[in-house]
């Protein structure tokens, strides 16, 4: 089974990996510098959350459900290269992001309130997927913030 949010020791290993993040941080790819870095990886919780819309744009083929799978599941996911939805583009939006600690204090409640949805709920459209259900949308944010963490060293 997949690593996600949704499970209480995948998230709590999530929410170490963020308390363990300092405010000077290097980046080990990429262009976002740690503040950018908490911003974008808490606007895809919100999009899930139905807070936070995207525009659904891109290849129709990465909305199968195979391409999914392997995106979600499979696929080892680049370093500084793949392709962002530009509403999660810190640095294409020039935005410097939150304080640090603001940034790591809403990005720790976003968390929470997403391990709170509740089973019936709708979910966002996703910028690439458009749909995902519960289950991908648990697993595609677990690796999504892993990767970002793992991208600053914590």
């Not at 995948?10 to 976002?32: C, P, T």
């Not at 391990?115 to 709708?122: E, G, M, S, Y």
């Amino acid at each position: 089974m997949a690593k996600a949010l949704f499970v209480e020791a995948d998230r709590s290993s999530i929410v170490q990996r963020v308390k363990n993040l300092s405010a000077q941080a290097q980046r080990r790819w990429g262009k976002m510098d740690v503040r950018q870095m908490l911003q974008h990886v808490t606007d895809p919780l919100k999009t899930a959350l139905g807070e936070f819309p995207v525009v659904v744009r891109g290849n129709p083929l990465m909305r199968t459900g195979l391409m999914k799978h392997l995106v979600i599941y499979v696929l080892p996911w680049p370093k500084g290269r793949a392709p962002t939805a530009p509403e999660y583009d810190q640095v294409l939006r020039q935005n410097p992001g939150p304080e640090f600690q603001a940034g790591v204090a809403e990005l720790l409640r976003t968390i929470d309130r997403f391990a709170a949805i509740p089973l019936d709920h709708k979910f966002g459209h996703h910028g690439a997927f458009e749909t995902l259900t519960r289950e991908q949308w648990g697993a595609l944010m677990y690796r999504h913030l892993g990767h970002h963490l793992t991208q600053f060293g914590a």
